[in-house]
């Protein structure tokens, strides 16, 4: 799968084998179209790489509160999804089957 950038990439190798010239409308609006979308192709890798750096960050913590729930609980206690009952509708809500779960949890 390309990346944004080889598909800007192309596409301006593309835009240059025409030989556009801001001498025209036409020419002035593709090279217009092609600025932008490199500028847009950066601003999207940039998103990308805080995307991951955020990611390493959320593992990070984590850990750390994996770390936390150890020493408070005195071993390493994962929460399990898998205890509640769960149905899945149409408008993409998720509703308990059992609301007991939830006054024990409180």
Excluded: C, H
Aim: proline content about 1%.
């Amino acid at each position: 799968m390309l990346t944004v950038r080889e598909k800007f990439n192309y596409l301006k190798g593309l835009a240059d084998g025409l030989k556009l010239s801001d001498s025209t409308t036409e020419g002035k609006i593709l090279l217009g179209m092609m600025e932008l979308l490199d500028e847009m192709t950066l601003y999207v890798e940039e998103m990308d790489q805080e995307l991951y750096e955020l990611e390493d960050y959320v593992e990070q913590i984590d850990s750390d509160l994996s770390d936390v729930e150890e020493d408070f609980y005195g071993f390493n206690y994962d929460y399990d999804y898998d205890d509640y009952d769960l149905e899945y509708y149409p408008n993409d809500e998720e509703l308990l089957e059992d609301e007991e779960l939830l006054e024990n949890e409180e």
